[in-house]
């Protein structure tokens, strides 16, 4: 099928797709503010900024996104370096995530993973990080095994006309992270802008003991521009530009460096609100955005074969959702269509020696659409059950005949085209009342193969110093989860426990083929993807919290985490047991806090996959904020400790065991007009 009748059948079925979900006028109004908020059942989690509060202690928004997440429950953090970390939940990493931007889809342009969804947003555009943990995902997630997060960009709104003007500034002694920002938001009864930019850069950091960690140094600038129009009452047009470009990023877990990443996001939306009967509001969004991601080694020493690995990333996408409630339901449905391309390739330059070429993604264009729907409904006053269901058509195509060359050498009756449908369903049931909420539920679902591990040829992992090889002929993975949750509040004390088990079939993981012969110098071999039977994950977590005075705040949280596969072996990439103990402060002007997080040895690590132990830890931190208030001014100033003790010490996360940062001094002010 060519390039031209896949575009056709795009633009057939985002025309298809809004009349579907065209609305009709003549329905019964229902206002929004009327529905019960109690119906979700899901966890949705604020950071830093909501409107124009902002969070005093802490790095307030000199906080990467990285670590905005790191505050969530259900996440990890896989770290090559001190820039773009790649988000995990529930155990499972990108493959088996649905990362967004307000909803929109994005493909990362890495082989290797270095640039996350997550990296091309900042701070001071980012509004909340909805998170949620398993096959229950948000309407335009796709594949969501794991979980599925959305970043929703700030937009301040329409309202009696207004100005805020913000800056920013913040340090980090440790690598001599400098951050600069600045954003202004402007609004009236029928138009709203915000727009901003922020600059980071840093040096090589030092781990514990004081020792440098050479090539972890990177630069970053990120831009945005949003816009509201309100031509009618109740009809509303928005845009967002996004551009974010990242320059000599070092990454020490890897042998390569970044010299380039950049992406442009943009998108164009219409909001019809306050509409009649069955539903209430309806949105319609395009977008469109671009990936390109440079990485090399020429800035690294005594190398042997020099590299250069470009990859592009492009999606063109559209999405319409449909929000309802008639009695006890409240309701979404949801279209979304996206088209995206990936090409990545490689060459490798010896002295003497014409440079060898070859293709590491072959130009796969992967075309999607769904329709998903959701239902929240009020049983009585104390029960609430939540239904959702998606399914998905997909169709990709390798567009690339000399990729498709290199591909039929180990594959010799693949085809170009590979077809597939998927879905998911999921059903939680909870009660609640003054003191208590139990929640039960299920899911199941299932996500194609991605293109690194259909389609992907000799990419070098690493992690376990292994070439990787495609496989055209995976099964689609399936996965079926059960969870489980308690919360108790009580006067001043609050608690919870939950727990979650996914039970995996055609499992997919780089299984060594013996029969193969690696392309990268000194790699120990080739793995080529393969379904494995079956596999599960369980993670259980508890929470015990008091308020113990008036100003004084103890919170407590303990994790643990399983992964087996078919054969009996441990699943990599399993975080340990860990406890988190943190006590906060909190006067009118002035918050504090100080804490320290407990870590077990790593000691069901996957030997057979690649892993090695890392050693058990505990790490202190400390930081204060005070808030001050002139006029029309408003002042933030943060400073606080982190690694309090200087402890040497990587996570099970930490890419080949690169440590992390030793004692981190750091100071930040931000003003508000």
Partial sequence: MSRNILTHKFKMLVVVGGLFLMPSYSFSQIPADSIDSEATLREVTVTSTVGNRQKVAGKGRSASIDEHLLQLSHVNMVRRG???????????????????????????????????????????????????????????????????????????????????????????????????????????????????????????????????????QFSKVNTFLNLGWKPVEDHIIEGTV???????????????????????????????????????????????????????????????????????????????????????HQYQLNYDAYYNTLFADMTMYVKGVAPMYMLTWPDVGTFNNSIALSDDIALATHHHLHVSAKVT????????????????????????????????????????????????????????????????????????????????????????????????????????????????????????????????????????????????????????????????RWENRISYSYGKESAGDRLPMIAPFSVTSTLKMQFTDVEAEGGVELVDRHRDYSKKYGETPTSGYAVWHLSMGYRLTLGYVVAHIHVGVENLLDKRYSTYADWNHIPQKGRNIYANFTLQL
């Fill in 82 to 216: 001190s820039y773009a970390w790649e988000p995990v939940v529930n155990n499972m990493a990108t493959e088996r995530l649905s990362t967004t931007i307000d909803g929109m889809k994005i493909f990362y342009a890495c082989t290797d993973r270095m640039d996350p969804v997550t990296s091309y947003v900042e701070s001071g555009n980012l509004q909340r990080i909805s998170l949620n943990a398993g096959l229950d995902g948000n309407p335009q997630a796709t594949g969501n095994i794991g979980g599925s997060i959305d970043l929703k960009l700030r937009k301040v709104g329409f309202g009696p006309s207004r100005q805020e003007y913000n800056a920013n500034i913040g340090y980090e002694g440790n690598g001599h992270l400098q951050v600069y920002g600045a954003d202004a938001a402007f609004s009236t009864q029928k138009f709203y802008s915000n727009l901003g930019v922020f600059y980071r850069h840093a040096d090589n950091y030092k781990a514990g003991g004081h020792e440098e960690v050479e090539f972890s």
């Fill in 393 to 552: 058509w997909q169709q990709r195509r390798i567009r690339s005949d000399e990729g498709l060359r290199a591909l039929t050498i180990y594959f010799p009756d693949m085809e170009r085209n590979d077809t597939r449908t998927t879905g998911r369903m999921a059903v939680s049931y909870a009660y609640r009342n003054k003191d208590w909420k139990l929640a039960i539920g299920t899911g199941i679902g299932s996500r194609t193969p991605s293109v690194t591990e259909s389609d992907g040829y000799f990419l070098n992992n690493t992690f376990d110093s292994y070439d990787y090889i495609g496989n055209p002929h995976l099964k689609n993975e399936c996965a079926i989860e059960l969870n489980a949750s308690a919360e108790w509040h009580h006067g001043a004390l609050d608690a919870s426990i939950e727990a979650n088990t996914f039970f995996f079939s055609n499992y997919i993981i780089g299984i060594p083929d013996s029969r193969l012969s690696p392309m990268t110098i000194g790699a120990a071999g080739v793995k080529v993807y393969q379904n494995l039977s079956d596999a599960r994950i369980v993670n259980v977590s508890a929470r015990l919290n008091g308020q113990i005075l008036p100003w004084l």
């Fill in 242 to 328: 996004i551009f974010d470009r990242a320059t000599d990023v070092g990454y020490p877990a890897l042998n390569m460096d970044v010299s380039d990443a950049t992406g442009i996001i943009t998108s164009l939306s219409y909001r019809r609100e306050h509409l009649h009967g069955w539903f209430y509001r309806w949105e319609t969004k395009a977008y469109y955005n671009h990936i390109k991601h440079n990485m090399d080694d020429t800035t690294r020493p005594d190398v042997l074969v020099h590299m250069d690995m470009p990859g592009k990333s492009s999606t063109v996408g559209i999405y319409s959702l449909l929000q309802g409630a008639r009695g006890i």
